[in-house]
């Protein structure tokens, strides 16, 4: 992606900020601390890397407004109260400058039901398929090769990457992002036991996808065995993550890649999942609850719980036991010489 | 989905049970019991609700046998043997009334080699790519944008959903059910190390997935090194599964969503990993073993087995050795004082 | 897939070795020593079966160099150097005779940007979609339903299996395997939270794979927040795995199904994850670690590590631990015993 920014124009796009010092360089790069170069702007986004600022080589490095020290020559610090934030605007903009935005209208190779309503700003890419009666919104962009089954409804602003699959009877809100290979309305996993074989339970509920939700390449979102799954307004999938039949989950959580959860659980809002964490079926998780990684919860959390392990439980707790579990083969020898000395035997 | 049974089209449905009270609603939907209202049909599966039936506003409520209490006015108690078996044949029947089912025949913007051989009742739906001599039986749907390799045989009835891919040379019998995404037939995962380098064992078995098997969403089950990976009869896996090649499960075994299973390894009859179970390759699982989730089995597992942890060992120890590491700090407390009273040093 | 061969051409396949005993028969099948049959190549790959090698009824058996024991009448026992690899040389035959290339050229059906510089000796399946200004080198195979982003280049000799998806602006070097549903340049998973929303980390960067690459059905890799993502040559990926956003491996790694890595951390050369590991983002893993199957890791690991569990530490010391903690139960009663004898209320 190529692109070429001033200094004057980058101050516009990070919107605040106090910049220290002068450069004459076009901004052509966006890098690393410890890999930029003249030209790239840098950042300091986690305090881990705050020692690299020194030594780095950037022509705009945007800092916390806390941070100490000066630019080198030809050099820019500008600080700001949200680094990362101020970065992605920058980012944001790069984007917008760089990729091809598809132009609205219905690629004449895609197979479209003549009752699904097609909004004229909507764009739909090649080799889609779009069944009857399903309905996308303004502005919303079908990339390539995507499903959307019938009666499904897809609001406005949404952009799907090439192969996402959307089966029937969903409902998805604005501004939802879902990438490739991602799969909304699979079937659920549900079987009566009968003469130990396993009668399918039909699953004939559907997945609800409030706004401003993002779920990663390869996700899954079964829908519910009847009355709905729901995903939460501003909540962000990772990838290869799966929610279950009947899970409902708020607002604004975070699901860290291959994570699962069991079905008909519920997760409050703002709670945040660690990358492959399992949380058992059936169970309440409260808002504001944080998962360590792997961890399996298998039990209702009160909300603000930060549990880790499998099972999981209080985190602190859980630091101190993995400390001493490290020291058993010293307390085992502990407790034989104890034995030994008052002679148990 | 639309619907609208009577009080005695449902009973007929049901096929069994005792109703106990009246009701002149028409059912127009299913809820759990906290959610239902009048016009639903709701059900105790699980005795973890028993106490929400007292409350609970549907207008039939599905119930076991030996569930006590009364129905409310204009509401039907109906007792039945198995309450998720009734229930599922009244999904059975609403996705039956409800779902689009296509028609048979070849979609024009399907690719189908002359060779393969479709039955004059299969549905190939859009997009679908079927290669050279591949074979779908009668009463098959292909729904859309799917992949069928070249010499794949497909059974009578099978259901595949948009977008799963099944590479060629592969055995798949009747009434199998494939979700989107699911990949069958991919290479195994082998190599050869010579001098640092990794060669490719090349991959040219095959996989064969036995009648009445269901594999949920994004699944994978990889062709065999050479001869097969087999999928046991009635066997139903869940989403994100890993099948490694080589691997033979038996029939009617549950794998859980975000399991995995290691290359060579055998599983018995009516085996059930829960979810994000991992197995090592090279081992047999027994019949009626069950895995607890996130366990890691890394040895044989003798039939009845009911193991969890990583490494997987007894559940009943496994619980007892759980409650104990919490008391970790409680116990090295214990034996320092110990020490200090018979003075160690 | 039908072959047969007879035992001259099996030798000179297989390249090199030693040839004991005699049989007439023609080689049609390859299976493992005890399924194996007259008529059929075996081969003792792992040690583990050595004792199945006496009643093995294959035609020709491929041993270690140093395994004692001769053939059965109409046996042949061919010791090699590497038995993994003749055999692997075998197999690759057999592919290359029985598997149908594709022909060089565009399907009729694929939709490709004129912009796109196809090679004359690549093959193009039907409907794949190749965005504007990529770049299909000589030799490369696109199966069947494959999508292809703008300005993403390809080189010689790869081979995609149906249902890849590569997004814009990548590049993917020669012989690069990439099995069906394998997303790679989907977005990194990157928000800036602000006031209890989470705001998206435009993610500009880019994906690189090195020569020699294999990456398994299902598996994600993420494009960089901004410079890039990168597989090191000759790496090879399971199914089901996960690569975040600037995650940097290098040459020679192994990767096992379902493990994945977080943001910005680095991987040395010949690194192994065994399956289901996860790796915490910003941390470097040294050249040659180990890395046990479900383990969590959470800091740097210096070079030729070997560490399992959740926290990971070095496995020697974690297979005791997990040996004491299972006698925990043990332990707690004798601390009890001593507490009583020396009556410490």
Known sequence: MQFSYTLEEILKIAGEGQA?????ERITGIASLSLAAAGDLSFLGNKKYRKEVASCAASIVVLPEDHDGSPKENQVFLRVTHPSKALAQVCERIE????????AGIHPSAVVDPSAKIDANA???????IEAGATIGAGTVLESQIFIGHQTQLGDDCWLKPQVSVGSHCLIGDRVRLHSGVVVGSDGYGYSTVGGKHLKEPQIGRVVIEDDVEIGAN??????RFSETRIGEGTKIDNLVQIAHNVIIGPHCLLVAQSGIAGSTTLGDHVILSAQVGILGHIKVGSGCRIGGQAGVNGDLEPGSFVTDTPAYPIMQARKVEVLKRRLPDLFKRVAKLEELIDVN
């Open 123 to 129: 764009s739909i890419g090649p080799l889609c398929v």
């Open 96 to 103: 917008r400058d760089c990729w091809i935005k598809p132009v």
């Open 20 to 24: 220290e010092g002068q450069t004459e």
């Open 219 to 224: 996700s899954c979102v079964d829908r519910a």
